[in-house]
């Protein structure tokens, strides 16, 4: 049954262009390697490759970096597929750390790569493969106690994870592009979300539906043909029935169920002291800049420290326009995890807007956010998807800007509504050029209710005088989210939206400059605003005066 999934895996994936053949770019680090089995306190097999300096004896005790993982099978990374076989160290820094003195654990998640067991989205099983792992490699000859947990995406994740389960020995985390909470980065307020084509699109395809499936895919990778028999073992194992609940579980939109409310780690990780290097792509259209500002903004005190900006789904070292960020990152372990008397560089919080600019903050949003109330334009539009058309919109414009203005943070909208609860409300937020090219700020969307609260996606964005701010009300935004039409009216009775906007003017004081997000933001992200809404749809808006220079 592996081997059949393991096939309809490669299909997919083909179909969808996301399979990179055949193997990976870039110099392959050096190491010397071994595996090795931990067995979790509920009697799982997990996997783990080694990688130590090449030449340091056995004995020799380091501070540890780990990376726990769905995705490092030794056949395959991810989709894509791994000719030579043992550890996958692709898009991680592992050679960096091995340099600066570090033993790099690769460890694999219950059911993915040469664990046995059954995956469960971030359930207890995977938070205790973390804690299992990190308090395992805590206590080796080889180790000096203390263990940073690092990693991007699902990687970031399971950092957070640890943060959760709070192992002995953890002594850091380097979280990139996390998931924070597991049913919104599938749905939001029940809806699905798309997700892109890549390489070939930002733009949504594929319904958050599709995810657990696909996961279940990946954990069906066979092992390589050299692997030991007990990683053949684990590999090959498969457990049908937990195949069965996975799917039903992942697919319930509903995040008031038992099993998506013990996976939100926002609430988990309230009060955590435990160092934590986080950051988040406003440009990220796999896990989107939702919750993750509500997780960092309930941390209790500690030496944390956060990169906020214009990239997408990556850990910033390359792309981003930032090429300081691997000293921070070293840095920061250095002084956490190998103990060393440094000072991490850079502020609290690292910003990137998105003219391109980076800046340093304390907090974010910033302390001095203040929402801007603006009343937007009712009337009727029709929940129908499929094409676009003057009947599915509800436009509202203010005028040319007369002075800059800075949008930091996430905006949220009072809707009254009256129509079907299976129609859905979406709201955009548009930079209006004067040429008339309008720039998607950001957007949400909830179901229909007589009262429906929309909370859009954050960003950080100077909006320049004599630009305009639209405001469109629809159904559903067709590349975003996977929303069955009602085929229905829905009326807007009133409409209200907080912008949260900078009070203080900012000025730079980072280097850096335009990631390779913007310019595909700019290429996805903009239309020509017809001529009849910037003449007949106009709002007024009082943006109080922006004083100081920050």
Not at 487 to 500: D, E, I, K, M, R
């Amino acid at each position: 049954m592996r081997m059949v999934l393991w096939r309809a895996l490669i299909g997919a994936l083909l179909v969808l262009g996301v399979v990179a053949w055949p193997a990976q770019a870039g110099a392959a680090p050096r190491f010397q390697w071994k595996e090795t089995f931990i067995t979790a306190p509920d009697g799982t097999s997990l996997h783990a490759d080694v990688l130590r300096p090449v030449g340091m004896a056995d004995d020799v005790r380091t501070p540890v970096i780990m990376t726990v993982s769905p995705y490092r099978a030794h056949a395959a990374y991810l989709s894509e597929p791994r000719l030579q076989g043992g550890p996958s160290t692709l898009d991680l820094p592992v050679q960096m750390f091995l340099d600066a003195g570090y033993t790099y654990v690769i460890a694999d998640l219950r059911g993915f790569g040469g664990s046995d067991g059954c995956p469960d989205f971030g359930g207890p099983g995977e938070r205790s493969d973390v804690k299992t792992a990190v308090e395992w490699a805590a206590q080796q000859s080889w180790s000096t106690g203390k263990v940073g947990l690092l990693g991007t995406s699902y990687e970031g994740w399971t950092g957070l994870m640890g943060l959760a389960e709070k192992p002995q020995g953890l002594a850091a985390v380097g979280s990139f592009e996390p998931v924070v909470d597991p049913n919104a980065y599938l749905y939001m307020q029940g809806i699905a979300w798309k997700f892109a084509l890549k390489p070939v699109s930002d733009r949504g395809f594929r319904p958050g539906d599709l995810a657990g499936f696909e996961h279940l895919l990946i954990a069906s990778t066979p092992p390589y043909p050299t692997d030991s028999p007990q990683y053949k073992a684990n590999a090959l194992q498969i457990d049908p029935a937990c195949y069965a609940n996975y799917l039903a579980q992942t697919t319930n939109h509903d995040d008031s169920t038992p099993f998506w409310q013990d996976r939100d780690l926002v609430a988990k990780l309230r009060g955590n002291t435990i160092p934590l290097f986080l950051g988040a792509g406003f440009a990220d259209a796999n896990t989107r800049p939702d919750r993750v500002f509500q997780l960092w903004n309930a941390l209790g005190p500690g030496d944390h420290k956060a990169w906020f900006g214009e990239w997408g789904h990556q850990m910033c070292r390359t792309a981003c326009g930032t090429p300081w960020f691997d000293n921070e990152l070293l840095a920061f372990f250095d002084k956490h995890v190998a103990g060393k008397d440094v000072t991490v560089p850079g502020p609290r919080v690292t910003v990137g807007a998105f003219d391109g600019s980076y800046r340093s903050e304390q907090q974010w949003p910033p302390a001095d956010t203040r929402p801007v109330t603006v009343d937007l334009r009712t009337g009727t539009y029709t929940d129908r998807g499929l094409l676009p058309g003057p009947d599915r919109d509800i436009w509202s414009v203010t005028p040319p800007l007369a002075a800059d203005q800075h949008l930091a943070g996430a905006p949220t909208a009072t809707i009254t509504l009256d129509g079907t609860p299976k129609a859905s409300v979406a709201l955009e937020i548009y930079d209006i050029k004067p040429d008339g090219r309008g720039i998607i700020i950001t957007r949400g969307i909830a179901p229909v209710t007589p009262t429906a609260q929309v909370r859009l996606l954050a960003q950080d964005w100077p909006i320049p005088a004599g630009d305009r701010i639209g405001f469109r009300i629809t159904d559903v935004i067709d590349d975003v989210w996977a929303h069955p039409p009602a085929f229905a009216p829905v009326t807007v009775t009133s409409a209200q939206v907080q912008l949260p906007m900078l009070t203080e003017v900012r000025t730079p004081d980072l280097d850096g400059g335009l990631s390779d997000a913007i310019p595909k933001w700019y290429a996805e992200k903009t239309l020509i605003v017809p001529g009849d809404v910037l003449n007949n749809a106009t709002v007024t808006v009082d943006f109080p005066p922006r004083t100081g220079d920050r």
